[in-house]
């Protein structure tokens, strides 16, 4: 192969097939894109936490942080391939990542941990709304393998919203 021949295929496009109309890849891949973008975000906020946590909860919180940090990190793979399965394509970096999340990052020297608990609660819930927005996408264009993943993510975004309002509520009342 001709070095113009490598160059000419680096810049072919990608012909995944679908039955999927070409607006429906384009809106679905941008709306799991820009979750992935989400779920890298809190992935990388939650292990923040997680080494970062201290005091007399210590061990509760940080088990609970290493494990829905594992669940959160655990959907990147299968979101990516969903853009992927449909013919699009997804986060190439971690500028790109930046440019497309909307959780916030903390970068703060010292966090308490009922702020760090608090904070991820908020976290996972704009996730849920972000889920929730994205299922409406694959609704708006008939993509129920892309519904069915979501709906799935949507209840761990909700459990773990849940296990860490109980767990900072038992620390407010301890």
């Given at each position: 192969?001709?070095?113009?021949?490598?160059?000419?295929?680096?810049?072919?496009?990608?012909?995944?097939?679908?039955?999927?109309?070409?607006?429906?890849?384009?809106?679905?891949?941008?709306?799991?894109?820009?979750?992935?973008?989400?779920?890298?975000?809190?992935?990388?906020?939650?292990?923040?936490?997680?080494?970062?946590?201290?005091?007399?909860?210590?061990?509760?919180?940080?088990?609970?942080?290493?494990?829905?940090?594992?669940?959160?990190?655990?959907?990147?793979?299968?979101?990516?391939?969903?853009?992927?399965?449909?013919?699009?394509?997804?986060?190439?970096?971690?500028?790109?990542?930046?440019?497309?999340?909307?959780?916030?990052?903390?970068?703060?020297?010292?966090?308490?941990?009922?702020?760090?608990?608090?904070?991820?609660?908020?976290?996972?819930?704009?996730?849920?709304?972000?889920?929730?927005?994205?299922?409406?996408?694959?609704?708006?264009?008939?993509?129920?393998?892309?519904?069915?993943?979501?709906?799935?993510?949507?209840?761990?975004?909700?459990g773990r919203t849940w296990f860490l309002y109980e767990a900072s509520r038992a620390a407010e009342s301890a």
């Amino acid at each position: 192969m001709s070095t113009a021949e490598a160059k000419l295929r680096r810049i072919a496009p990608l012909r995944t097939p679908t039955d999927l109309a070409p607006d429906a890849t384009k809106d679905i891949a941008a709306a799991f894109t820009a979750l992935l973008a989400d779920m890298f975000a809190l992935y990388a906020k939650t292990k923040n936490f997680h080494w970062h946590i201290s005091g007399p909860h210590f061990r509760d919180y940080h088990l609970m942080l290493d494990d829905q940090a594992s669940q959160i990190l655990g959907t990147t793979d299968a979101i990516a391939e969903r853009v992927r399965k449909i013919g699009g394509t997804t986060l190439r970096s971690i500028g790109h990542i930046a440019r497309l999340q909307r959780i916030s990052d903390n970068d703060a020297d010292y966090v308490t941990p009922l702020d760090m608990l608090a904070e991820l609660r908020g976290d996972n819930m704009q996730l849920t709304v972000e889920l929730r927005a994205t299922h409406g996408v694959c609704d708006e264009h008939g993509d129920v393998a892309g519904a069915s993943l979501l709906e799935n993510w949507i209840d761990e975004a909700e459990g773990r919203t849940w296990f860490l309002y109980e767990a900072s509520r038992a620390a407010e009342s301890a």
